[in-house]
């Protein structure tokens, strides 16, 4: 299979004070965390969407210098996270057969889940999602099917109407960190 990888990296983080995705999680910015998970899943390119003007997060995405990672500066980030969604699907490869999409303030997302993701994909389900402890977490993983109705969203809901709509299959994970996302500084791990 052919796929690739987006994350979030647009929003504003306004619950946090500003600067989260830079704040220091376990020695390192809390988006490297995100992103190095991206990396680790089977695809062809992870693209990082972040908004403009961010300069500091551009310079992060830009030092890892990985052959397979890109940035895409979503002109209407501050919409909501469907419409950064909206720009990172935008930009996909019709050819994939997937994408992956992790969510930038995610430190512990487990590197071994997206082949679980992707073997049920592989199976015939049109989107796929750890669960952990009864909830669904990320990364999400969406066929090319869905990806007409990623590169259509707006606002700040996210896929939640298209993973309503479309067949969802799930992936039970012992992983709480499919679940962990940092919304306020008290939040960050040392």
Same mark, same amino acid.
């Given at each position: 299979?052919?796929?690739?990888a987006?994350?979030?990296?647009?929003g504003?983080?306004?619950?946090? #004070?500003?600067?989260?995705?830079?704040?220091v999680?376990?020695?390192?910015?809390?988006?490297?965390?995100?992103?190095?998970?991206?990396?680790?899943?089977?695809?062809d390119?992870?693209?990082?969407? +972040?908004?403009?003007?961010?300069?500091?997060?551009?310079?992060?995405v830009?030092?890892?210098?990985a052959?397979?990672?890109?940035?895409?500066?979503?002109?209407?980030?501050?919409?909501g996270? #469907?419409?950064?969604?909206?720009? #990172?699907?935008?930009a996909?490869?019709p050819?994939?057969?997937?994408?992956?999409?992790?969510?930038g303030?995610?430190p512990?997302?487990?590197?071994?889940?997206?082949?679980?993701?992707?073997?049920?994909?592989?199976?015939?389900?049109?989107?796929?999602?750890?669960?952990?402890?009864?909830r669904?977490?990320?990364? +999400?993983?969406f066929?090319?099917?869905c990806?007409? #109705?990623?590169?259509?969203?707006?606002?700040d809901?996210g896929?939640?109407?298209?993973?309503?709509?479309?067949?969802?299959?799930?992936?039970?994970?012992?992983?709480?960190?499919?679940?962990?996302d +940092?919304?306020?500084?008290?939040?960050?791990p040392g």
């Open positions: 299979m052919r796929l690739e987006i994350v979030l990296a647009a504003a983080g306004t619950r946090f #004070g500003g600067g989260k995705l830079l704040a999680c376990r020695g390192r910015p809390l988006l490297d965390h995100a992103l190095d998970a991206a990396l680790a899943a089977p695809v390119r992870v693209s990082v969407v +972040v908004r403009p003007g961010d300069t500091a997060v551009a310079d992060l830009d030092a890892r210098a052959p397979r990672l890109r940035m895409l500066v979503a002109p209407h980030a501050a919409e996270l #469907g419409a950064s969604l909206r720009h #990172g699907a935008g996909l490869d050819a994939s057969d997937g994408v992956l999409v992790f969510l303030d995610m512990d997302v487990p590197h071994d889940l997206a082949a679980a993701l992707t073997a049920r994909l592989a199976a015939g389900a049109e989107i796929v999602a750890p669960v952990h402890a009864g669904r977490g990320h990364p +999400v993983l066929a090319r099917v990806f007409e #109705g990623l590169a259509a969203l707006s606002g809901r896929a939640q109407g298209l993973m309503t709509a479309r067949t969802l299959a799930l992936v039970e994970t012992d992983a709480p960190g499919v679940l962990f +940092v919304d306020r500084r008290e939040d960050l």
